[in-house]
């Protein structure tokens, strides 16, 4: 199988790396570069487990190949934290128990941190209301989140987490 | 203030928030192999040629594991019982659809995949079975079912009972397969080190997971160690081992190599367990006033052709209800199907559906409120047995739940409520899970710097027992939990049972007590030496015999039915339970928010979809198998009542399954309060409610 070359930056440290063609943005980061905090779920695109940002925008990594991220910038969740203080999103996650068994949370978390961004930047989702300027109540952070399953239930937290993320 | 009782993070909190927690698949060693299962695509027969020839020269490829060469284990490992799905690789046979033929094994996760996907493997398929009906010509009773429990029971007379009866209900209620799809897919790293197999499994009890490894490679099992430090949900399905821990420790063996094995979304729909579907006939027979005379629950259902698992639908009969005449029964067919396993709520989850709906039945026939009637068949002793019940709190859960939902201010009329082209309605029903507690091991270390460690091998599958188990050891102890240190999930800290059956913290938290008390005893204040006391408390329990010790709970939930789409939408859960003593509220909210999760989506969305033609499923993925997603979850109001009871002396009940329970049916008695349809097929999909439209203008 083919080999290529490819650069990526992730969670602000540049690596060039000799990849499989057939690795996923998802292998590689866990593999190659020993960031296991990204989970795989399903490998199929449905769970979000693997959600992480590139180029700012959140992607589920499994669906997408290490060279068609090349020359990206990458964040997983170990690049979420501004060092040792955890971002706004990963303290409520904490502090209201938006977990059980935390294998969705790096996912959650990424998605949830891409959520906040999305919505200052003014983009509706299928529950905003036409004409009016949403806000980013429970109902919309549900359909928001919607992309990262918990098998544990954990939803009502992972609301209430992100409710309290965006008033920081 | 004592840490029992008090809300607290989870002590992994910062872990998971921030990646570092590390799972089975996560581990990482160098020189690591990956392992990719191969499974049979037919459902019987036997495997007439593997032709390893055809990929052995591919990229990467070490080798090719399949009957003809691989180890040859022990048999009888298993808990409690042997379990088939461990002997893996043994011999030609194919069981069912799914089942393992081979094991690829290759120097990267890839170039394992494309030798997997390109292994000739040829069969000789046989007629098979896998369509389960209660009306199958193959039904059997089964001397017992789940736990070695008597598969009938009865006293009474049953057909006096229903022909004295002024109301009679005669219904059939089914429950399709379902499956766990934890987010964590099975996987385990094995590895010899220093003359002992280290293995990192996604399991719920390391313990039993390393007597089975020993036993099937004749170890002693000092020479076997598991651990399972972080476990990303389990419901059953990680309950005891599965084939992942014994692959790849066959191929760490054979290979001299750490080998990593980790299951796909579609291995999982065959490979780890299921709840069977379930097709129960529930008559009951009242007096005027609703008072039951006769309760029969005859349960069918399906198992596998190599292992006899009966899910024991029936038990909640057994602690529910008083009615003069009682019979519980379960009948069972052997099918080309995978095993079933423990699922969320095993036996009550599926039979609590069909009891509640059936109670809520009797009570539109009875003209009685559902509460009402089920406080009038309140029974003084447990139904089942007729011994005391160590507690029984459930018309505290009924009373305070109609108080916070506003149950009573209801029109019990069906089909009234309209809010554009949503119907409305209510519905309720009651939850039981046994409290029990079983044996475990825990130490508890005084260290010199005067913090305390405690070591046992529970597992924290996201229930937060780590947290809670430190809980109970800082008041056992006087000290602040922060002075506690825990370390769990690691098989040579002694013999613990796993965590499932709601055992756990009522089990792990009574050893963690009494291994606080004794160090207690041996020491105060920081010692000069660490000074450490490990306990067994499988004498305490032997001593505490097995009272009906049992959790309850009332659900109730408001949906909202659009008769055009057929969907269904609830709007509001309330769960009010009674299960000892709280020791995390913070947590355990979560758990019984989890369990009422798992309620909502069996009444709504799940359901394996098996073919016939080829025998496996049709849906074997997160998009097809489709569990509740969060925009699917409504606000979920959780409470607790006092529930005092010290049979088990730290009062705890357990509280991982009882919120799955009565949910259902609390959903579909709701669906029929708003449409006056009665739903008794889960899940309740669009299809089914638009087949069976209620009457009335459309908006």
């Known amino acids: 199988m083919g080999r290529v070359e490819v650069t990526l930056t992730v969670n602000g440290v540049r690596h060039a790396i000799d990849v499989d063609t057939r690795m996923s943005l998802l292998d590689t980061v866990r593999e190659r570069l020993a960031l296991t905090g990204s989970k795989k779920g399903c490998d199929q695109g449905q769970c979000g487990a693997c959600t992480m940002l590139v180029d700012g925008r959140r992607v589920v990594s499994c669906l997408q190949l290490a060279i068609a991220a090349d020359g990206r910038e990458v964040t997983t969740i170990e690049g979420i934290a501004d060092r040792d203080r955890l971002h706004p999103v990963q303290q409520a996650f904490v502090d209201l128990d938006g977990y059980q068994c935390g294998y969705c949370t790096p996912g959650q978390i990424c998605s949830a941190v891409a959520v906040l961004q999305e919505y200052s930047d003014g983009w509706p989702s299928a529950v905003t209301a036409a004409d009016e300027p949403a806000a980013l109540d429970e109902v919309e952070i549900r359909e928001r989140m919607s992309g990262n399953l918990c098998r544990c239930g954990a939803y009502a937290g992972i609301v209430a987490a992100v409710g309290r993320a965006a008033e920081a | 203030m004592t840490a029992v009782g ?33 499974l049979a695509t037919i459902p019987r027969g036997r495997i007439t040629g593997i032709d390893t020839s055809a990929v052995q020269a591919m990229p990467g490829v070490v080798a090719v594991l399949h009957h003809g060469n691989s180890p040859r284990l022990v048999e009888g490992a298993g808990w409690t019982d042997a379990d088939p799905n461990l ?10 659809a799914g089942w393992p033929v081979a094991l690829v094994v290759a120097e990267t996760f890839e170039q394992a995949r494309a030798a997997a996907m390109a292994l000739p493997v040829k069969y000789h398929a046989q007629p098979w079975d896998v369509t389960f009906s209660a009306a199958h010509p193959g039904l059997y009773t089964p001397d017992e079912v789940n736990l070695h429990q008597p598969s009938e029971t009865a006293h009474g007379d049953l057909d006096a009972g229903l022909s004295a009866s002024a109301v009679v209900l005669d219904r059939t209620y089914t429950t399709p397969e379902e499956h766990h799809n934890a987010m964590e897919p099975h996987a385990a790293i094995a590895q010899w080190v220093g003359g002992r197999l280290e293995v990192v499994d996604s399991n719920q009890g390391s313990y039993a997971v390393a007597q089975d490894l020993a036993k099937l490679f004749a170890l002693d099992l000092s020479q076997v160690r598991v651990r399972s430090e972080h476990v990303g949900g389990g419901f059953g399905s990680k309950a005891t081992t599965r084939p992942p821990a014994v692959l790849a420790a066959m191929a760490a063996t ?36 609703g008072r039951l005379l006769a309760y029969e629950h005859l349960t069918a259902t399906q198992t596998a052709t190599t292992f006899e698992y009966v899910e024991p639908a029936g038990v909640v009969g057994k602690v529910m209800y008083a009615a003069d005449a009682l019979r519980i029964g379960h009948r069972v067919v052997r099918l080309d199907v995978p095993i079933p396993k423990w699922m969320r709520g095993p036996g009550e989850a599926p039979g609590a559906f069909a009891l509640e709906s059936a109670m809520d039945e009797l009570a539109e026939k009875c ?25 029984r709190n459930v018309v505290a859960c009924y009373l305070e739940g109609a108080k916070r939902f506003g149950w009573y201010e209801r029109d019990p009329r069906p089909g009234i409520r309209r809010e554009g082209r949503w119907w409305l309605g209510t519905g309720m029903g009651a939850a039981t899970y046994p409290g029990e507690t079983a044996p475990a091991t825990a130490a508890a270390t005084a260290e010199i710097d005067g913090t305390v460690t405690i070591r046992i091998t529970a597992a924290d599958i996201g229930t937060g027992a780590r947290t809670a188990l430190a809980q109970i050891a800082a008041d056992a102890l006087s000290l602040p939990v922060e002075w506690i240190r825990m370390r769990i999930a690691d098989s040579d800290f002694g013999p613990a049972i796993l965590a499932g059956h709601s055992f756990g913290t009522a089990s792990w938290g009574l050893a963690v007590d009494e291994a606080c008390k004794a160090l207690r005893a041996r020491t105060t204040g920081t010692p000069t030496e660490p000074i450490t006391v490990q306990v067994n408390t499988a004498e305490l329990i032997q001593a505490m015999g097995r009272p009906e010790r049992h959790a309850f709970g009332a659900q109730f939930a408001e949906v909202a039915v659009d008769v055009l789409s057929g969907e269904v939408r609830v709007r509001r859960l309330l769960g009010v339970y009674a299960i000892g003593r709280v020791v995390n509220p913070l947590t355990a909210r979560s758990q ?47 409470g607790w009542v006092d529930d005092p009871d010290l049979a088990n002396p730290t009062g705890i009940k357990g509280a991982g399954e009882i919120g799955i329970v009565g949910v259902a049916a609390a959903i579909a008695n709701a669906v029929w309060h708003a449409t006056g349809i009665r739903h008794r097929n889960l899940p309740i999909t669009p299809a089914r409610v638009l087949a069976t439209p209620p009457e009335g203008p459309r908006a």
């Open chain 2, 6 to 38: 008090s809300g607290r993070t989870r002590l992994e909190g910062h872990d998971k928030v921030t990646g570092a927690a590390r799972y089975a698949g996560d581990v990482p060693a160098d020189g690591l192999l990956h392992g990719w299962p191969v």
């Open chain 2, 87 to 96: 002997q893996l690789l043994q011999d030609d046979r194919i069981p069912y």
């Open chain 2, 254 to 289: 054979v290979l001299c190599r750490p080998v990593r094995v980790v299951l796909t979304r579609r291995h999982m729909f065959s490979l780890v367990g299921y709840r069977p579907p379930t097709s129960q006939r529930i008559r009951l027979g009242a007096a005027p006033d």
């Open chain 2, 367 to 391: 003209g009685i409120d559902p509460i009402d009637l089920r406080i009038r068949n309140e029974p003084a002793v447990a139904p089942g047995s007729g011994r005391p019940f160590t507690s």
């Open chain 2, 592 to 638: 019984l928010v989890g369990g009422m999760v798992w309620g909502l989506s069996m009444a709504l969305h799940e359901e394996a979809v098996r073919d016939p033609a080829f025998g496996g499923h049709l849906n074997a993925n997160l998009a097809g198998y489709h569990y509740a997603a969060n925009a699917d979850v409504p606000d979920i109001e959780v």
